[in-house]
Structure formats: structure tokens, C-alpha cells
């Protein structure tokens, strides 16, 4: 094909619409890989993000319950339940001193 008649053939896929292919600008690969990397991340980090809630609302939940082991509960939230319960009655003892 004769340098002309290329310049004539691609003006006619763009006036024409057949091969809009052939005109669509080239994207760089490093930009394609950023943009595909961080939608990645933005989505593990969400699910890692909704594993964590979930995870600190059972263990919200076993402690203020005060589940014991064979309900749910842990060694480290019936821990958290009674020093929570101390912090609880000298806070009580305090009020009533005032």
C-alpha cells in the first residue's frame, strides 16, 4: 500500500466507523498495571477491612455477654470482661464517694 493511499484508507475507517479499532489511542502498559494493581488492593483491603468489623463485633459481643469458653467466648474476653467489670465498680465506688 502506497504511503497516500495508507492515509486515505485510515480516514475512511475513521469517517466510516468500520476498524474504530485501528484509531483508538495505544495505552501504556505501566499505566494499565497501576490502574489494575491498585483496584486490587482497594478491594482486598475492603474485604480484609470487613473480616476485621465482624471480628471486633464477636468479640465485642462475647465480652460484654461474658460468654463463657463453651459459648463462644475466649481466655482473652473473659480476661477483658472482668477487668472491665473492676474498671466498672471503682468507677461506681468513685461516684459514690463524691
Known amino acids: 500500500m502506497s504511503h497516500g493511499l495508507h492515509y486515505f484508507v485510515q480516514d475512511y475507517y475513521k469517517v466510516s466507523g468500520q476498524h474504530y479499532y485501528r484509531n483508538l489511542p495505544k495505552s501504556d502498559v505501566r499505566v494499565i498495571i497501576l490502574v489494575v494493581v491498585a483496584l486490587l488492593s482497594w478491594f482486598f483491603h475492603s474485604v480484609q477491612y470487613s473480616k476485621y468489623q465482624r471480628a471486633v463485633k464477636l468479640i465485642k459481643r462475647a465480652t460484654e455477654n461474658n460468654l463463657s469458653l463453651k459459648n463462644g467466648g475466649t481466655k482473652q474476653t473473659i480476661e477483658l470482661y ?10 461506681i465506688k468513685e461516684r459514690k464517694l463524691r
Open 82 to 91: 472482668r477487668r472491665a467489670s473492676e474498671m466498672y465498680d471503682e468507677h
